[in-house]
Nanobody
């Protein structure tokens, strides 16, 4: 397991943008697939985006396609979630996660998580 630290959440108006960042604490993540999940109050946690360790495979949930982009810089040990055209329904705690592709995207049960960062989109 890897400890992950997110940053970049905040409050933004609808139509605005935010960029979330995630980096491991004290360990390289170059061999892990990385992803983002989110959980809104009263709702189940959902997978938002994922990227393979090479960056060659990317998953985006239908609800964010065309608006969100996931990328990674292995030299900086950082994964990013660029969120554009934000909507009030994007309001949630966003969590960074890491594991192999199968556990992250197929099973959706990664073993490494960050503490979460709040994203709030006002109407």
């Amino acid at each position: 397991q890897v400890q992950l630290v997110e940053s970049g959440g905040g409050l933004v108006q609808a139509g605005g943008s935010l960029r979330l960042s995630c980096a491991p604490s004290g360990r390289t993540f170059s061999t892990y697939a990385m992803g983002w999940f989110r959980q809104a109050p009263g709702k189940e946690r959902e997978s938002v985006a994922a990227i393979s360790w090479s960056g060659g495979s990317i998953y985006l949930a239908d609800s964010v396609k065309g608006r969100f982009t996931i990328s990674r810089d292995n030299a900086k040990n950082t994964v990013y979630l660029q969120m554009n055209s934000l909507k009030p329904e994007d309001t949630a705690v966003h969590y960074c996660a890491a594991d192999d592709w199968n556990r992250l995207v197929v099973v959706r049960a990664p073993r490494s998580w960050g503490q979460g960062t709040q994203v709030t989109v006002s109407p």
